[in-house]
């Protein structure tokens, strides 16, 4: 049987023993490659306030950007990321941070509607199974919040979709995948009834990367 790595298939503790070998250079690799994403969703997220999920919070380089009035909550799956956003947190004196945790996105242990906003940073690619982990999103968030995503989303045809597909191997030992086209987005949201598309809109300054917002509705 080929290997997970091979297949490109990402597995749980294989995406936290990636993570934690990024741990040491993540900000410096990925600081100011994904500085858009962060201001971008950060701003959408403050729009709306209150109690805000940062999942995939990584080394909690996004932490300090949020104003102090709002109140945070980051896990991610990576152990050694962490000890990074625990030793910001402290330094920085953010005590707006309510809890930094090791937690699967899949497998959220929080109550329904225990947010007003989940943001999920660079994330959703990096997960086995994205669309269980879209769906705690929306049962954590309170009706009327809004889960808030920057992602790169791939193309799914043609082409770049070919060399997408062919990268999978590669990526994943990286500890994300490059195939995940937009559809995967419509497939998931027209399954879920709790769901709304508010925005998807191209990042400066290449449009690689996207924000992406959902709002939670409220019961019929």
Do not use: C
């Not at 410096?28 to 403050?46: D, P």
């Not at 007003?116 to 309170?142: H, N």
């Not at 070919?162 to 027209?190: C, D, K, N, V």
């Amino acid at each position: 049987m080929a290997s997970n790595a091979s297949t490109g298939e990402l597995r749980t503790a294989g995406v936290a023993a990636a993570y934690d070998r990024w741990a040491p250079i993540y900000d410096f690799v990925f600081g100011k490659v994904f500085t858009t994403g962060r201001a971008e969703s950060i701003e959408r997220a403050e729009a709306i306030g209150g109690r805000v999920l940062e999942v995939g919070v990584g080394t909690g380089i996004s932490l300090p950007q949020y104003s102090r009035h709002v109140r945070l909550v980051g896990i991610d799956i990576a152990d050694a990321m962490l000890d990074k956003a625990r030793e910001r947190v402290r330094e920085l004196k953010l005590d707006n941070v309510e809890e930094i945790a090791v937690m699967d996105a899949e497998h959220l242990t929080y109550p329904d509607d225990s947010f007003d906003v989940v943001v999920a940073q660079y994330v959703v690619t990096a997960v086995p199974d994205p669309e269980a982990a879209l769906d705690e999103f929306v049962r954590v968030i309170r009706p009327g919040g809004e889960i808030i995503i920057t992602t790169r989303i791939g193309a799914g045809k043609g082409l770049r979709g070919q060399i997408e597909r062919r990268l999978m191997p590669l990526t994943s030992r990286l500890g994300w995948r490059t195939e995940f086209p937009w559809s995967r987005y419509e497939a998931w949201a027209a399954s879920n009834a709790r769901v709304e598309l508010v925005e998807n809109r191209p990042l400066p300054p290449m449009g690689h990367f996207s924000l992406v917002r959902y709002r939670k509705t409220f019961p019929a």
